[in-house]
């Protein structure tokens, strides 16, 4: 993901894990592994237009952050899709990773989804 650092205004991109990505609305959902204390959090926060890049392929897009509840619901159905990676960042995240729903549905921030 391409974004603006909200304190220096220089251009900035991290590589994020892509939790959920919906071609027929354009949405991706990323995961943040240190939650809202981020720094590309922050500054996606700060301002939400933004690009993101899969392959050779860049998408403008508008960031929009999810609940807690949605954010744990879609880790969920992640961790089904995706059990070691799911289980792998959930340890990342502080979350329990015994490799049970309850860990992957515990909210841990919220999540910025993209359209």
Avoid at 16 to 44: M, Q, T
Avoid at 48 to 62: F, L, S
Avoid at 78 to 86: F, G, K, S, V
């Amino acid at each position: 993901m391409h974004h603006t650092g909200r304190v220096t205004g220089l251009d900035r991109r991290v590589v994020l894990e892509v939790v959920e990505c919906k071609p027929a609305d354009g949405s991706w959902i990323v995961a943040s592994g240190f939650g809202p204390r981020a720094d590309w959090y922050r500054n996606v926060r700060a301002e939400p237009k933004t690009v993101i890049q899969a392959g050779n392929h860049h998408h403008a897009v508008t960031a929009y952050f999810l609940t807690p509840d949605d954010g744990a619901e879609n880790m969920a159905d992640y961790a089904q899709r995706q059990p070691p990676t799911a289980q792998r960042l959930r340890t990342f995240m502080g979350l329990p990773s015994d490799g049970g729903d309850a860990g992957s549905r515990e909210p841990a921030g919220t999540s910025p989804s993209y359209a």
